[in-house]
């Protein structure tokens, strides 16, 4: 079964939302969601591919490491 580049584009999206979601959850400090968007923003705005990159790749990443360690914490029974 091939799937549209729309259908692909979704199931992407979903599940990176689900990360999102469960990443928010277990947050322990506040996150400045809209100083990190707006960063990347302007780097995208300036061309500055370099920055850009930088931060969406940081901005992906923090999000990764809290779901690491709030699954590892499950995991070893310390709750979230």
């Known amino acids: ?28 400090t506040f996150k400045h969601k809209s100083s990190e968007h707006r960063k990347l923003m302007d780097a995208t705005l300036r061309r500055d591919a370099d920055t850009a990159c930088a931060l969406l790749q940081e901005h992906i990443l923090s999000t990764e490491r809290n779901v690491l360690s709030v699954l590892s914490k499950l995991e070893h029974g310390q709750g979230g």
Do not use: G, N, P, T
Request: proline content about 0%; hydrophobic content about 25%.
């Open 1 to 28: 079964h091939v799937r549209s580049r729309r259908q692909r584009q979704m199931c992407i999206r979903d599940r990176a939302e689900r990360y999102r979601r469960f990443s928010a959850r277990f947050r322990k």
